[in-house]
């Protein structure tokens, strides 16, 4: 059976441990959040937040009556 625990960081398969990770993915996404503050950059696709914002500005909403559903047979 292979069994992660963790986060990951252990791989066992048939209670063989196969792989036991250092735990060191926090330092590396901090080193990497340092590195884009200093550049002034970011890793951010805004690209779906510009079409929410856009469909949501052009949008109008429409009122209509309540929906009813039958049981289906």
Same mark, same amino acid.
């Given at each position: +059976? !292979?069994? #992660?625990? &963790?986060?990951? @960081?252990?791989?066992?398969?048939? =209670?063989? $441990? $196969?792989?036991?990770g &250092? @735990?060191? &993915? *926090?330092?590396?996404? *901090? @080193?990497?959040?340092?590195?884009? #503050?200093?550049? =002034?950059?970011?890793?951010?696709?805004?690209? /779906?937040?510009?079409?929410t914002?856009? %469909? #949501? !500005?052009?949008?109008?909403? %429409?009122?209509?009556? /309540? %929906? @009813? !559903?039958s049981k +289906?047979?």
């Amino acid at each position: +059976m !292979l069994h #992660l625990s &963790e986060s990951g @960081r252990r791989l066992s398969v048939d =209670g063989d $441990l $196969l792989v036991d990770g &250092e @735990r060191d &993915e *926090y330092a590396k996404i *901090y @080193r990497h959040f340092a590195t884009l #503050l200093q550049a =002034g950059a970011s890793t951010v696709d805004s690209v /779906p937040l510009q079409l929410t914002a856009d %469909i #949501l !500005l052009q949008g109008k909403t %429409i009122h209509v009556g /309540p %929906i @009813r !559903l039958s049981k +289906m047979a």
